[in-house]
């Protein structure tokens, strides 16, 4: 199983991005697909997750700018971000997890199978 996270980048406070995160050996729509971003010297939390009947959590922080979405096609899962926050930098990292995992469970990193390698998001103010 590979999960290869991109679209990281530098952007100014109130920007966008989208961030992509590409399985293979794995299907993405079979899955719990999660989201966990980690902020230099600080534990790794969870951003959001999208489960296999479409349904998609958020932490407080991000709920209303962030939105997770996922093409079955592609085999991708996709974070978009906006009004982005310079609180918001992290290495951003895609998991996939049991497709049964329960909502409770969901914001745990423990709880995921798979991770990808991260993306460097940097938001300046």
């Known amino acids: 199983v590979q999960l290869q996270a991109s679209g990281g980048g530098l952007v100014q406070a109130g920007g966008s991005l989208r961030l992509s995160c590409a399985a293979s050996g794995r299907t993405v729509s079979s899955s719990v697909m999660g989201w966990f971003r980690q902020a230099p010297g600080k534990e790794r939390e969870f951003v959001g997750a999208?489960?296999?009947?479409?349904?998609?959590t958020y932490t407080d922080s991000v709920k209303g700018r962030f939105t997770i979405s996922r093409d079955n096609a592609e085999n991708t899962v996709y974070l978009q971000m906006n009004s982005l926050k310079p609180e918001d930098t992290a290495v951003y990292y895609c998991a996939a997890g049991n497709g049964r995992l329960i909502m409770s469970t969901m914001n745990r990193a423990g709880a995921y199978d798979d991770w990808g390698q991260g993306t460097l998001v940097t938001v300046s103010s």
């Open positions: 999208i489960r296999p009947s479409g349904g998609t």
